[in-house]
């Protein structure tokens, strides 16, 4: 209903809103089909969507290179929630749907479950994740719920709260877990990223309820519903699938969580805000985080690779954000080939290290 | 021993949560001014304060909505043209400089006063299609 609304807006006109929306909504979408029949008819779908996430989409990226979002004929941008609130609802059917697949009744054999193991957590990582940090940033109280559910359900709700509290504020600051110190490996930063986030998302939120004058319940804290809704989510998977689908869940989720969290690292490392002489950090700008170009796997992530700029305006809708090559540093690959060279420490800092010190002397 | 403690605790107390302007304060404060806003280490929003108690609220973003506050329960409540519920913040003059807190459905938003730069713009609504 949402999706055809949103994406049956490029009907009216080929000016309007649905061009530039088109790519989000075929982008997608696709996955979601492939990873729903797979749920349904089995592993051959799984295959499907693997191979759409992955060869294909790199093969796209090859193609369409250059290809950049627009704007409409009268400078405005499509607000995008349609497809956000259909995503994240997705979302929560795909995972009920995943667990199933790998690790219930369901039929399939071990080569099956492994591929589904990959689609559907690539799935979630890249563009499940990628969504629920676009409703999280909403002002409307419904999408950013939402958001928060996604995160709950991949065991990672302290997100919601970490991410716009204490990671937008301290980005590029040692003060922000989720950006990487100098030289750091991937392997050294996701557990003091994790951890860290927790820890001062649960004090950003305290201190923020201390401040308030208003009486809060304890049960109104968002932690709260973080940890009972990630335990409500691992009982289900137990009372529904058993044992084996308790591990699906971890595993999945895990790996869910790794993307995210190997996304912060590529996005920021190297890059520092400076103090200045009154002990302040500099303001957030566009040489703080590192950008991709690529067009499908921008439009998989809806946006998510124009780092700079959610990071400049973290209130502008995903099909707004802008790309500045003379002002913003560009990765050398797409967004998921830097995170998967991100798990190869010493290729990573071969070809990053060169491009941070390059960074440093043309702004010295 | 209790008593020690629940003496302790109730002077504590102002440490932590500070009083919220009341309306007359509030009133008083912005009359007349364009106040902008920061949160989480970013520019939020823009409000510029109208005669009887009527505001013009923008996100940065070149659109502005209309709309006036009242008190209600020690919090100054908003309402705006696009939507009909209120929207309830407590206000605290923080030596001059203005701080809010948000609360909907127990996920707090912080406001703190920035400085502004001349970003209040107010394009006219979409022409065409």
Known sequence: MFLLRDCGLMAKSLVTKGRVMLRFCVATSLPVFFLTLAGLQGGLWCVVALLYLTVFTFVMDRLAYGAVAKRKSDGEFPVGEELAVFLGLAHLGLIVVAIYAIGGDSGLSFWERLVCFAAYGLFFGQVSNANAHELIHKQARWPRRLGKAVYIS???????????????????????????????????????????????????????????????????????????????????????????????????????????????????????????????????????????????????????????????HPLRTYPALELDPSQMPYLPRSLPVMGALALWPRMWRRVMDPKVAALRTSTN | MKKTLCLIAMLATPLVAETPMSAAEFDSYTQGKTLYFGTNGYRYGVEEYLPDRRVRWSFLDGQCKDGFWYEDAGQICFVYEDNPSPQCWSFFDRGGNLGAIFETGGDLTELYEIEGNGEMICLGPEVGV
């Open chain 1, 154 to 312: 991949l065991l990672f709700g302290h997100h919601a709260s970490a991410h716009p509290k204490v990671h937008h504020l301290w980005a590029a600051s040692a003060m922000d877990p989720n950006s990487p110190a100098p030289r750091q490996s991937f392997y050294q930063f996701w557990p003091r990223a994790w951890i860290g986030s927790f820890r001062k998302g649960l004090q950003a939120e305290s201190e923020l309820r201390a401040r308030s004058s208003r009486n809060f319940s304890p049960w109104s804290h968002p932690y709260v519903a973080y940890i009972l809704g990630g335990a409500l989510v691992v009982t289900m998977a137990a009372i529904w699938f058993g044992f084996s689908g308790v591990l699906a869940l971890i595993f999945l989720t895990g790996y869910a969580q790794m993307q995210l969290l190997v996304s912060d690292y590529v996005q920021h490392y190297g890059l520092r805000r400076t103090r200045g002489a009154d002990g302040k950090l500099e303001p957030v700008g566009p040489g703080h985080s590192w950008n991709a170009p690529q067009f499908y796997t921008s439009a998989l992530m809806l946006n998510a690779p124009r780092h700079s700029d959610h990071h400049m």
